[in-house]
């Protein structure tokens, strides 16, 4: 059984100060944009957490599948 407490690793993609907004997208999907990882119990939570780290707005959240 899962504890849905249990924290699981997230990746944030972060938008950098001076870029253009028209150009967000296309450079996260070249991965151009800096990213950083976070541990929380949610998406949602580390979207929080990143922004309260980085001080940057967050683009998106992926989370990250560990190999069993």
Known sequence: MHDNCQ???YRAT???AGIELDEVEFQA???L???IRIKSTSAESAAAD???VSGRPVLR???VEVAA
């Open 14 to 16: 972060l938008i950098p």
């Open 7 to 9: 924290a699981r690793s």
């Open 29 to 31: 999907d070249q991965d």
């Open 61 to 63: 959240i992926e989370r």
């Open 50 to 52: 990143a922004y309260r």
């Open 33 to 35: 944009l800096p990213t």
